[in-house]
């Protein structure tokens, strides 16, 4: 159902002894049987096995190993509408609207989510609405949302007891251009990475949840000119009918300085 430069998603039936079979997604990570992203892998796993289950997170079900390749195999639960960039951008192709309150739950429970990963001293660094999964996401039902943070496979734990990543080699110019349309100046100028860039990349997807999956800055559209842009103090205009509140909350996760934007739970707490 989804395949990528590192991995391959299939979907598939689960059966447990003395229980009924379930939809779940396969993540084979290709060329996770050699030694090195083996251990990496084996590190990522054992993070996600300490976050626990929780609402808003997708969840690890299963690991297991394809014989040929060696290749590590991850049973996680099945989104049945995909992304919420997807399910977002369906809604303007049928220009069906979405209630306040189902936009509200929506950020809500990503809020809940990241605060889980921001607990444990988790980084995402990747949180965009390409990185959600919907379950349930009907227009005007917002007691039936049901949306779970997902990608955080590249987790960086917070080593350094002050919650902070840096990771000067993460990735090439050309791979990072696109991110940048999500990522904080300190992550663009130093490849700094902490909760606090992790709320700016949430303000970025409020604002795709408001468009309807709008892409960041899309008047630019060259992707290297996004970060400078960024760094010079550019930000997302205020979408069409989004509540002013709700801007609010988005410009405090997009301030300059990294100690003036809200925690996750603060922002829990306004949403």
Do not use: N
């Not at 996680?76 to 995909?82: E, I, N, R």
């Not at 970025?204 to 010079?232: N, Q, S």
């Amino acid at each position: 159902v989804g395949s990528g430069s590192s991995k391959l998603v299939y979907k598939a039936r689960w059966r447990q002894p003395h229980a009924s079979t379930a939809d779940v997604a396969i993540l084979r990570i290709r060329g996770s049987g050699a030694t090195v992203r083996r251990q990496a892998l084996e590190q990522e796993v054992k993070t996600w096995h300490q976050l626990g289950r929780h609402r808003s997170l997708l969840g690890l079900l299963a690991v297991t190993v394809e014989p040929s390749s060696g290749d590590y195999c991850l049973v996680t639960d099945y989104a049945c509408q995909g992304s919420l960039e997807r399910t977002l951008r369906s809604f303007a192709e049928e220009e069906e609207t979405m209630g306040e309150l189902v936009q509200l739950e929506v950020a809500r429970q990503i809020c809940d989510g990241m605060e889980q990963l921001s607990l444990h001293e988790v980084v995402h660094r990747e949180l965009a609405a390409r990185s959600v999964l919907v379950w349930s996401l009907q227009g005007q039902d917002h007691l039936g949302v049901r949306v779970k943070v997902a990608d955080y496979g590249r987790w960086i734990m917070g080593s350094r007891g002050d919650g902070v990543s840096r990771v000067g080699s993460e990735s090439s110019a050309g791979s990072r251009a696109g991110r940048a349309r999500w990522m904080a100046p300190e992550s663009l100028l130093r490849h700094r990475y902490s909760e606090k860039s992790d709320v700016w990349a949430f303000g970025v997807t409020l604002w795709e949840v408001w468009t309807y999956g709008k892409v960041p800055y899309w008047a630019i559209t060259d992707d290297e000119l996004v970060g400078p842009k960024v760094v010079d103090g550019e930000r997302l205009a205020a979408p069409a009918a989004c509540p002013p509140a709700v801007y609010a909350i988005m410009r405090e996760c997009w301030r300059e300085k990294i100690k003036e934007r809200p925690s996750f739970s603060e922002l829990r707490k306004k949403l």
